[in-house]
């Protein structure tokens, strides 16, 4: 079993930034990736970005050149750096792991941790 602790939300102004952390402990394999989705009240989940245990990442659109996936496999730990934050980025962001070492991959979730950006 896999357990994701998120933490680093919190309330920001627009123009702000935050990083999120999220750390993962218990069975964990070396192939697998590491991602953050939110959810905003109303609408649906969405993928904001991931990253390989490789290193290879992907963002969304709306999160490119604002936002930064990082990860240190040492500490089995992802980290997402918002930068230049907007009102519409205000949502609950959960971690996510996926572990590609079994088919089908297992997939994991964390608590979520909200982040609200407002003036």
């Known amino acids: 079993q896999v357990q994701l602790v998120e933490s680093g939300g919190g309330l920001v102004q627009p123009g702000g930034s935050l990083r999120l952390s999220c750390a993962a402990s218990g069975s964990i394999f070396r192939f697998n990736a590491m991602g953050w989705y939110r959810q905003a009240p109303g609408k649906q989940r969405e993928l904001v970005a991931i990253?390989?245990?490789?290193?290879?990442?992907n963002y969304a659109d709306s999160a490119k050149g604002r936002f930064t996936i990082s990860r240190d496999n040492a500490k089995n730990t992802v980290y997402l750096q918002m930068n230049s934050l907007k009102p519409e980025d205000t949502a609950v962001y959960c971690c996510?792991?996926?572990?590609?070492?079994?088919?089908?991959?297992?997939?994991?979730w964390g608590q979520g941790t909200q982040v609200t950006v407002s003036s």
């Open positions: 996510n792991l996926v572990d590609t070492t079994y088919f089908p991959p297992r997939e994991y």
């Open positions: 990253i390989t245990s490789g290193g290879s990442t």
